[in-house]
C-alpha cells in the first residue's frame, strides 16, 4: 500500500480522498492555489504546499509544479480526483516517469477509453450498443456530409472531454459549418484538443451511467448504474441508484458487456461507462469516464462499498476482495444532490462569504463538502460546495429524506440553489421516474 499520496485537486472531492487515505493508513499531501489556503483540504491533509495563483492554469493545471511538490513531499502516488488533470493521459505518463504512482487507469488505457471516438470503437468491439455517429470531423464539408448520412437531428461532440463543452446540437444542414467551428473552438480551449464528432440526437432521452471497478488481478466489478437525467446544460444536479427504468434482465445483459470489455481491454481502477436510453427503453453507449465520478456517494450507499478506498486498493497492486455477484444486488435506494454556489433562477455563479453553515444530518443522510462558516467560495473554480446524499429502502423515503435534508440545510451569505432540488422533487415527472435530460429545462420554461 502507499505511504503518502498527494491529492491534486481542492474541494469536496480532495476531502473524500483524504478520508479513504486515513482509513487506510496513508498519509496525505494537499496541493492549493493560493486562493484555497484556508480550505478544509489544506488543514486535514499531514502536509500541504501552495502550488500557484488562483488561476487554475497556474495551480491545479500546473504539472510541473504539482510533480515538484510531489517530490519535496516524498509522496509515492498521486491521486487527481476528478476534474482538473484527472482525465490527462500525458500527466499520468509524467507520473509514471517520475516514479509516482497514477491512482487510476494506465495512459494506454485512458487513451482506449477516455478519448470519445477511441472509446466508440472499442464499443463496437465488445458488442456495446451505440447510436449511429461519426470518426472525427476534418473539416465543415465533412461534418456535413456525415450529418446526413447519420440523419438530423444530430449532436456534435468533443471526443477528448465532456461537462457539455464542445456540444453543439445540429438540426438542418445550413447549422453544420458553424457549430462544426464553435464545438471545435470550445474543444480546444476547454481540452487542448479540436477533435470532434458526431451522432445522431435523441430529442428526449434519459442518461444512465454504469460503475465499474478492476484490479491487477483480473478482478472487474460492475456495480449497477445510475440514474443521472436530471441535468442542466449537460452538467448534472441530480442522480440517483438505481434507476426506475431498468430492468433486472437490461442491467444484467450490459453488466456482462462491460465486465468482458473492461477485463479484455486491461483496464483497472475504477471508470463510469455512460449511456443514453431512448424513449423505447434502449440504452446507447456514449462515452467513458477513466476517473472516480462526482457521484460515486448514490453507488456507494446501494452497493456498500467504498469505491475511493477500492480505487487505492486497486491502484497499489493489491487485490480487491469484493463478491463476484453478477448482476449487482442493491440495498435500498439513494439519492444524490449537488448544491452549488448559484443563483437558483439565473444559474449564475455566486462566489462570496459564507457567513453561516449548518449541514442537515440523521439517519440515512450524508453531506460531502468542502466549505464552512467563515469561507469564502472563490470566483475561478467550479461551483460545487456540497453533495447531499439520502439512502431509503424505497425511492419514497429517499426522496423524502432529502427534502427534510434540503429543509434543514443553512449556508447564509450566498445563494445556492437549493430552491431548485426543493422544486424537482415536487416534480410530477421526477416523482414518477418518467424523467428526461429535458425536465429542468422543461421546468424552467414554465417559470421556476
Given amino acids: 500500500m502507499f505511504k503518502k499520496v498527494l491529492i491534486a485537486n481542492r474541494g469536496e472531492i480532495a476531502m473524500r480522498v483524504i478520508r479513504a487515505?486515513?482509513?487506510?493508513?496513508?498519509?496525505?499531501?494537499?496541493?492549493?492555489?493560493?486562493?484555497?489556503e484556508g480550505a478544509l483540504h489544506v488543514r486535514f491533509a499531514d502536509e500541504a504546499v501552495c502550488i500557484g495563483p488562483p488561476e487554475a492554469t497556474q495551480s491545479y493545471l500546473n504539472i510541473p509544479a504539482i510533480i515538484a511538490a510531489a517530490e519535496v513531499t516524498g509522496a509515492d502516488a498521486v491521486h487527481p480526483g476528478y476534474g482538473f488533470l484527472s482525465e490527462r493521459s500525458d500527466f499520468a505518463e509524467i507520473c509514471g516517469q517520475c516514479r509516482l504512482k497514477f491512482i487510476g487507469p494506465t495512459p494506454a488505457a485512458m487513451r482506449a477509453w477516455g478519448d470519445k471516438v477511441a472509446a466508440r470503437a472499442q464499443a463496437v468491439r465488445f458488442g456495446l450498443p451505440l447510436l449511429p455517429g461519426s470518426g472525427v470531423l476534418e473539416s465543415p464539408a465533412h461534418a456535413r456530409s456525415e450529418a446526413i448520412r447519420v440523419g438530423f437531428p444530430v449532436i456534435l461532440k468533443a471526443a477528448g472531454g465532456g461537462g457539455g463543452r464542445g456540444m453543439r446540437v445540429v438540426r438542418d444542414e445550413g447549422e453544420v459549418e458553424n457549430a462544426f467551428l464553435l464545438a471545435t473552438a470550445e474543444a480546444a480551449k476547454s481540452f487542448g484538443n479540436p477533435d470532434v464528432y458526431l451522432e445522431r440526437f435523441v430529442e428526449r432521452p434519459r442518461h444512465i451511467e454504469f460503475?465499474?471497478?478492476?484490479?491487477?488481478?483480473?478482478?472487474?466489478?460492475?456495480?449497477?448504474?445510475?440514474?443521472?437525467?436530471?441535468?442542466r446544460r449537460h452538467q448534472k444536479v441530480i442522480e440517483e441508484a438505481p434507476s426506475v427504468a431498468m430492468t433486472e434482465e437490461k442491467r444484467a445483459e450490459i453488466g456482462e458487456r462491460i465486465?468482458?470489455?473492461?477485463?479484455?481491454t486491461g483496464y483497472h481502477t475504477l471508470g463510469t461507462l455512460e449511456f443514453l436510453m431512448d424513449e423505447r427503453g434502449e440504452l446507447y453507449f456514449m462515452e467513458m469516464n477513466t476517473r472516480v465520478q462526482v457521484e460515486h456517494p448514490v453507488t456507494e450507499s446501494v452497493t456498500g462499498v467504498d469505491l475511493v478506498e477500492q480505487q487505492l486498493v486497486s491502484a497499489s497492486g493489491a487485490a480487491v476482495s469484493l463478491p463476484d455477484?453478477?448482476?449487482w444486488r442493491f440495498r435500498g435506494h439513494a439519492i444524490e444532490c449537488r448544491i452549488n454556489a448559484?443563483?437558483?433562477?439565473?444559474f449564475a455563479p455566486w462566489p462570496g462569504l459564507i457567513t453561516e453553515y449548518h449541514p442537515p444530518g440523521g439517519g440515512g443522510v450524508r453531506v460531502d463538502s468542502g466549505v464552512f462558516g467563515g469561507w469564502r467560495v472563490p470566483s475561478c473554480y467550479d461551483s460545487l460546495i456540497a453533495k447531499v446524499i439520502s439512502f431509503g429502502s424505497t425511492r419514497q423515503e429517499a426522496i423524502a429524506k432529502m427534502r427534510v435534508a434540503l429543509d434543514e440545510f443553512i449556508i447564509g451569505g450566498i445563494r445556492t440553489n437549493i430552491p431548485l432540488h426543493q422544486a424537482l422533487l415536487q416534480h410530477p415527472d421526477v416523482l414518477s421516474g418518467s424523467m428526461s435530460t429535458r425536465t429542468i429545462e422543461e421546468l424552467v420554461q414554465a417559470g421556476f
Fill in 259 to 264: 465486465r468482458v470489455a473492461i477485463r479484455e
Fill in 342 to 346: 448559484e443563483d437558483p433562477k439565473s
Fill in 325 to 327: 455477484t453478477r448482476p
Fill in 211 to 231: 460503475q465499474v471497478l478492476a484490479d491487477t488481478h483480473g478482478g472487474v466489478w460492475t456495480l449497477g448504474e445510475r440514474e443521472c437525467s436530471l441535468q
Fill in 21 to 36: 487515505c486515513r482509513s487506510l493508513g496513508i498519509r496525505t499531501v494537499a496541493v492549493h492555489s493560493t486562493a484555497d
